[in-house]
């Protein structure tokens, strides 16, 4: 079972549509949780960190229910160019110094 | 340089080559981590150094692939007798330390073994 599981999607929605993500996460230990966004062929590139209060960032919003061990991503006001690949990331257990656990990432399309 | 540089962008290999794959962290950023990322899937870990130290490889699939950092900035990732099942995008990243902070990720080596 991997560690941190997204739905694949994907998900197409319309111009100026909200959208909701959600992940959950396996270790309870876990200490840091990121939302990255992926473009086709390109490097993950850090949308924003979760806090344990949730965190908005302009048109997005992020979630984190540690006793649930899920995290949500929100889009408001979806735009043709959030079309990408968003990965939900949890850092990993101690044995793996901080490095970071990805999902397999949501894809989304957003359509004019 | 400003971001994380790998070298090279793509690599094509005969199955059975050696490759060995670049990667230039931000300049000052102690903790280096390579990942492998398949098509349609997440980056997955395979190795973590501190300066020069490996700290991690774990998440190294097999004893053909191996990494280095020897002298705590350029690290090389390289692979042995290169398998199909190599293919993939070799992603490196660096963070100035590694507690808890966001890693910054090079473009990637996309790698085809033939």
């Known amino acids: 079972r991997k560690e941190v599981e997204q739905d694949p999607g994907p998900f197409n929605v319309p111009e100026g549509a909200t959208v909701a993500f959600n992940c959950t996460y396996s270790?309870?230990?876990?200490?840091?949780f990121f939302w990255y966004r992926q473009d086709c062929r390109k490097e993950p590139k850090l949308l924003m960190s979760v806090y344990s209060s949730g965190n908005e960032d302009g048109r997005f919003t992020a979630q984190l229910n540690r006793a649930s061990q899920y995290i949500s991503l929100l889009i408001r006001d979806s735009k043709l160019s959030d079309s990408a690949t968003y990965l939900c990331?949890?850092?990993?257990?101690?044995?793996?110094?901080?490095?970071?656990?990805f999902g397999k990432g949501t894809s989304l399309l957003v359509t004019p | 340089g400003a971001g994380v540089s790998q070298s090279p962008r793509y690599k094509v290999a005969k199955r059975g080559q050696d490759v060995a794959l670049r990667c230039d962290p931000i300049s000052g950023h102690v903790s280096l981590f390579w990942y492998q990322q398949a098509l349609g899937q997440g980056p997955e870990f395979l190795t973590y150094f501190q300066n020069e130290a490996q700290l991690d490889k774990s998440g190294l699939p097999s004893d053909r692939f191996f990494a280095e950092r020897p002298e705590g900035s350029v690290s090389t990732l390289k692979i042995q007798r290169t398998q199909q099942e190599d293919s993939a995008v070799y992603l490196c990243a660096s963070t100035q330390d590694s507690l808890n902070q966001p890693q910054h990720f090079g473009d990637g080596t996309r790698l085809s073994i033939l």
């Open positions: 270790n309870s230990a876990s200490q840091s």
């Open positions: 990331v949890v850092n990993a257990d101690s044995n793996s110094g901080y490095a970071l656990n």
